[in-house]
């Protein structure tokens, strides 16, 4: 049974948007942020500047997710209503969910519960990036209520994944195998009867490009080394004869070219310029908001900047690349909320490609500092400005009178 066979499965809310806003502001929003993107992304405060990117935080798909919980959460108030997973790669949201009652299957705010907790009567949401289709089965089969947040963007590449696998092509995804979106696109593949192979960065891709060009270093090594991220069957001498790429919607743009590059020389050498188009398809799938948040970073960093702050879930794909390319050009600071600035002039934040936070002291020097902020596509506003907050509490500093007055103004909008 397919998602739209269900008799019980919501895609589009409950039309209770006016209600649950009052609460998405009060938990969500930030009159600081509001005011820093009202007067050119900047905030001066003595010998402090803060710069803050252009497009950062809550993209369209997360601010739907959202919305959608607290939607059911109010449409099904007498209801057990159930997360399969995080909603989003970020601990304040998925913290407010458990606040509301909502409980989780899988995941560090489960309790083990997994599938086996869910009876006909619960309401389970689906998360923004989607899940795999033999959970949505199963789903289905219990006959549970099903709010599907999944993404718009993410839908379009299981489309292009489902039609790659309709035509005979295998889908070579740019993503993580372990991450619920890679996991959830690679299963439409095989529904349609197709195989996959994901890549996750450019040295595994250059293991690929061989294979395709002259067998690499052979079937079975090729095999052994993506056990994990092939389909079952997947057998490189056939598989790999046709490929269409798709992306995880949140990697690195820069990346995901020189991937779809390289796998388009290995194709052409392998069957010449004439075939290509019998053996090689390309639509990259990268999102909107992760383009548009890559693209702000990198006009910030043209700034002359002392340093970086990147928020974000320590899970979140989009977050740690933006630190990756911030990390290129200046000293970064990947924190998870605003919770990693601490008293004592202490930071702990996870140091690019670690997987593991430290922490620092002294990292806010006295003087002259201009501090570059962004944030990752499933941040809050609220964890920016209280990290602002916690910057200037380090540096001694108060807020700008015109700027306090207008946080206190009544009508509760930034002048
Ligand atoms: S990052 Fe892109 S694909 Fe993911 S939820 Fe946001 S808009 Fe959708």
């Known amino acids: 049974m397919s998602e739209t066979e269900n008799r019980d499965y919501h895609r589009r809310g409950f039309g209770l948007r006016q209600e649950v806003e009052p609460e998405l502001e009060a938990h969500y929003r930030n009159a600081l942020v509001d005011w820093i993107c009202a007067h050119g ?117 299981w489309k292009n994944v489902e039609q790659y696998a309709r035509d005979g092509f295998t889908s070579l995804i740019h993503g993580k195998f372990y991450h619920e979106e890679t996991m959830a696109t690679a299963s439409r593949a095989i ?10 960065n450019l040295t595994e891709t250059e293991m690929v490009y061989d294979q395709i060009r002259n067998g690499g270093p052979g079937r079975e090594r090729f095999l052994e080394q993506f056990d994990q991220a092939i389909s079952p069957g997947f057998d490189p001498d056939v598989h790999l004869e046709r490929i269409g790429l798709a992306n995880q919607t949140t990697m690195l743009k820069s990346e995901s070219l020189q991937v779809a590059d390289t796998l388009l020389k290995a194709i052409r050498d392998r069957y010449g310029a004439e075939h290509l188009a019998e053996h090689f398809r390309n639509f990259e799938t990268i999102c909107t908001a992760t383009q ?18 990147v928020i974000g879930g320590y899970n979140s794909s989009n977050t740690n690349n933006l630190s990756r390319i911030a990390a290129t050009r200046v000293m970064t600071y990947h924190i998870e909320s605003a919770r990693g600035i601490l008293p004592g002039n202490e930071i702990r934040y996870k140091p690019v490609g670690e997987k593991d936070p430290v922490a620092r002291y002294d990292w806010l020097k006295e003087g002259p500092l201009q501090i570059g902020i962004t944030a990752g596509a499933s941040t809050p506003d609220s964890e920016i400005g209280n990290a602002i907050l916690g910057i200037m509490e380090t540096l001694d500093l108060d807020l700008p009178v015109e700027v306090a007055e207008a946080m206190t103004d009544p009508s509760g909008k930034a002048t």
């Open 191 to 200: 529904a349609e009867g197709g195989h996959y192979l994901i890549v996750r």
């Open 292 to 309: 548009e948040r890559q693209d702000a970073i990198l006009e910030l960093l043209e700034a002359p900047l002392d340093l970086m702050l």
């Open 41 to 157: 992304h900047i905030l001066v405060a003595g010998d402090l500047t803060i710069r803050l990117a252009r497009e950062f935080g809550f993209c369209y798909g997360v601010d739907r997710a959202v919305d959608f919980a607290y939607e059911t959460r109010l449409r099904f108030p007498d209801r057990r209503v159930w997360l399969i997973g995080e909603i989003i790669h970020n601990p304040h949201v998925n913290e407010k969910m458990l606040e509301m009652g909502i409980g989780f299957l899988f995941g560090r705010y489960s309790k083990d519960n997994g599938y086996k907790a869910v009876e006909k009567e619960d309401v389970v949401i689906l998360p923004a990036f989607g899940i795999p289709l033999e959970d949505m089965e199963r789903m289905n089969r219990i006959g549970c209520t099903l709010v599907d947040t999944t993404c718009g963007s993410v839908i379009l590449v």
